[in-house]
């Protein structure tokens, strides 16, 4: 289970405090799919990051699995199961697909077959890309399925992607969100995914709305996405209802 108590993360700006994020607390279920969405620079990557630690939170506490990790690096909570997905993934030249879902793996003799499995699964195939490198070669939307693939030989608890459907075509963001799909019926991981897609949406247990740095709206999708769905003049209907209240 992953659990926040009171994350918040502010920046320096001008003679005051910025806050990206503000005081936010939630839990995620373990083996469950939560989608993080809202405005476009409203705090969800932020948040992500903050779970990954990218960024360290200037408040707060994160736990997982009962573990206080808010101050372990990046690589610690990496051995303790915890995947990032990044809208902009590195390349690395030099580096071929293969070596790459090896070192994710951990398994030195990695099949061919086997990233065969994680290749299609994001729409790649495996003949065709095991020996490029992962470099400028490659397009956004190759480089992203290939980082997606990563994740998937890693095999890690919590699997954290930041707008996933980012730069891929139609076809391969129909595979990727039926893996999703398989993931989160074989109930081996909890997945975190921030989203704007309805398809993605639709297979979340439940939603959450950031904006302004804060939690403003969380339920089941039936809840949130007529609203969100309802939305043609740019302004998030949840937002703003949640304005109005306070």
């Known amino acids: 289970m992953l659990e926040l108590k009171r994350l918040s993360y ?34 969800k990557t932020t948040l992500a990051k903050s779970i990954m630690g990218l960024v360290q939170p200037t408040a707060g506490e994160i736990f997982w699995s009962g573990e206080d990790i808010t101050h372990l690096g990046i690589t610690d909570r990496a051995r303790r199961g915890i995947s990032y997905g990044f809208q902009q993934p590195p390349r690395f030249k030099g580096l071929t697909v293969r070596k790459l879902l090896t070192l994710a793996s951990g398994d030195e003799r990695l099949s061919k077959d086997r990233c065969c499995q994680y290749l299609t699964r994001v729409g790649l195939c495996a003949n065709d890309y095991l020996d490029r490198e992962v470099d400028g070669s490659l397009s956004g939307g190759e480089v992203k399925r290939i980082e997606i693939a990563t994740i998937l030989a890693r095999q890690g608890k919590l699997m954290i992607f930041d707008e996933p ?22 109930g081996g991981a909890t997945m975190i995914i921030i989203s704007h897609q309805e398809r993605i949406i639709s297979l979340a247990d439940e939603v959450i709305v950031v904006g302004e740095g804060r939690l403003r709206h969380r339920g089941a999708p039936a809840e949130i996405l007529p609203q969100i769905l309802a939305d043609t003049l740019g302004g998030c209907p949840v937002l703003t209802k949640e304005a109005k209240a306070q």
């Not at 730069?167 to 989160?184: M, V």
């Open 165 to 186: 459907e980012a730069g891929i075509d139609l076809w391969s963001f129909a595979r990727l969100t039926e893996t999703f799909e398989q993931l989160h019926a074989a």
């Open 10 to 43: 502010a920046v320096e700006e001008g003679d005051g405090r910025l806050g990206i994020l503000n005081d936010i607390s939630l839990t995620v279920e373990e083996g469950s799919l939560v989608v993080f969405t809202g405005p476009n620079g409203g705090g």
